[in-house]
């Protein structure tokens, strides 16, 4: 058994927000590549849920979704019925986690996520 643990990089689907909003329980779909291997070889697709609003009312400063779906891995085999070559095949795995994304860690390293702030005055 072989354990990945590549980092990817997400885009978010929210084909229903014309009836439910971010915030809503409805999850969206996400599709991604890894970004540290060979980007091709191992694509994910499935769904994704906003977990962000229940964390941060417990005091976590992030924005978090928990994602699960299928990964599609590009593998060869050697096929001893094709004249002992190679073949390329796709196996499929599951495949689960977190993501955060980069701008909400950006902005708490760079002081723009913090709660209080300044509000300018005309005179």
Known sequence: MTTHTDAYAFADFYLLAKWWNKQSLAPHFNAGIPITSQSLHRPYVGLSEDISG????????????????V?????????????????????????????????????????????????????
């Open 54 to 69: 229940w964390l941060q009312r417990h005091g976590f400063p992030l924005d978090v979704c928990v994602f699960g779906g």
């Open 71 to 123: 990964v599609f891995m590009k593998q060869q085999l050697y096929d001893p019925t094709a004249h002992n070559q190679l073949r390329t095949d796709w196996a499929r795995k599951g495949m689960y986690g977190v993501e955060v994304p980069i701008s909400s860690i950006a902005s708490k390293l760079s002081g723009k996520g913090s709660k209080s702030s300044t509000k300018g005055t005309s005179q």
